[in-house]
């Protein structure tokens, strides 16, 4: 699946490179609801080394740029290092950084990196974004939301609500995220935006955000204990879209229930 939008959380869904590992499980009430690929942060641009005046420093851009090309990233991480030594400055630089340790999964260097950048800009998406997808990572799930919504108020994004709206269900603040999906459903962008789940078949395919949204809606229905408004909205969802596969796994657990 790729998903681009605008700005840095926008290429959210770009990258799945921990689709397992952070795919957090559904309650015993609810079906797994969420992409089949993780949400993760915008790729990291080149560092920016233009007219590299300093021949050490060029040095370690080029063992960089030659172990990026040959895939060795324990030698891309140390030859960053190396350069973020003698610039200290360079945002770039340590932003390439943090994202390479989200990439490799090592949530914790990226997290503790990204705050370093956000305490340099509080305000840029791209450090804001990274810094929410590893706290999201990592299971701290308040930081993570702060993240996003700061994310949102600046972008008003509108997968940024989406994760604050599931982050609220995750948080158990239901009613939270009913006013933030009634807000996502009234979007223009919210029929067109596409999102991967597997489908019935258990092939993956994309569909519309408004069913993603929908389904949400149900599960925050059902985790606040309206079981009679969870269903109709699951029975609306699989009219619209039969092989939805979220809603026709909510609405099975729900009927078990």
Do not use: C
């Amino acid at each position: 699946m790729r998903l681009v939008t605008s700005i840095a959380w926008i290429i959210i869904m770009t990258i799945s490179i921990a689709a397992n590992a952070q795919k957090k499980k559904a309650s015993k009430e609810t079906a797994e609801t969420k992409p089949t690929e993780t949400q993760v942060p915008a790729t990291a641009q080149e560092p920016q080394m233009n007219s590299i005046a300093d021949p050490v420093l060029e040095h370690y851009y080029k063992k960089y740029a030659m172990a990026s090309r040959w895939n060795d990233t324990q030698v891309a991480k140390s030859a960053l290092y190396d350069m973020i030594i003698r610039r200290p400055d360079s945002d770039s630089l340590i932003f390439t950084l943090a994202y390479m340790y989200f990439d490799g999964r090592q949530y914790a260097p990226a997290m503790l990196v990204s705050q370093e950048l956000l305490a340099r800009d509080s305000k840029n998406l791209a450090y804001l974004e990274l810094s929410a997808a590893s706290f999201e990572a990592l299971g701290i799930l308040d930081r993570s939301l702060q993240n996003y919504e700061t994310l949102y108020l600046l972008s008003n994004n509108t997968m940024a609500l989406y994760k604050i709206a599931f982050l609220q269900y995750d948080l158990k603040r239901y009613e939270e995220g009913l006013t933030n999906v009634d807000i996502l459903l009234k979007k223009s962008d919210a029929e067109t935006i596409k999102i991967g789940f597997n489908d019935t078949s258990n092939k993956p395919k994309d569909f519309s955000m408004k069913y993603a949204v929908l389904n949400l809606k149900g599960m925050l229905l059902q985790g606040k204990g309206d079981k009679a408004g969870a269903k109709k909205i699951y029975e609306d969802i699989i009219k619209q879209v039969p092989d939805f596969q979220p809603a026709v796994a909510n609405l099975a657990e729900l009927n078990k229930g």
